[in-house]
C-alpha cells in the first residue's frame, strides 16, 4: 500500500503530481508539509551513519526504505529472507530512535543519505 502526504490547501498541479507518483508506486510528501515536519522534529540529525554505528546492511536498507521500497522489495534486491529485513528494520529504528518510515524518510533527507529530486518532495 503506498502512502503520500498532502495538505489540503495543495495547489491543483501538485495534486496532479501527487496522484501521477501514487500511480507509478512512488512515495511523495508535499515540500510544504516536508518543511512543517523537519521543524517540529528539530532534533540533531546526526550527519554519518558511523556516528550511530548502522552497519553496511543496515545503511542500505535504510537508503531502500526512503527511497519507497516496501519489506518484501528490499529483502528482493539485497537477497534477503522478509523476516531478515524485518529484524534489520527493528534494529535501525532502535538505533535511530524512531517509529515510522516518515520519520526515517525525514532522517534520510536531513541526514543527506537520499537525494531529494530524486525522491521529488
Known sequence: MQSNIILKSVELEELKIAIIYTLKGRYYIQSELLNVLMRKNSTPVKSTFEDIHLTPTEKDIVTLIAGGKTTKEVASIRS?????????????FRKLGI??????????VKARLIDPTEYYI
Open 80 to 92: 534477503l529472507s522478509y523476516h531478515t529485513v524485518v529484524t534489520h528494520r527493528k534494529n535501525i
Open 99 to 108: 517509529s515510522s518510515i516518515h520519520a526515517l524518510t525525514i532522517y534520510a
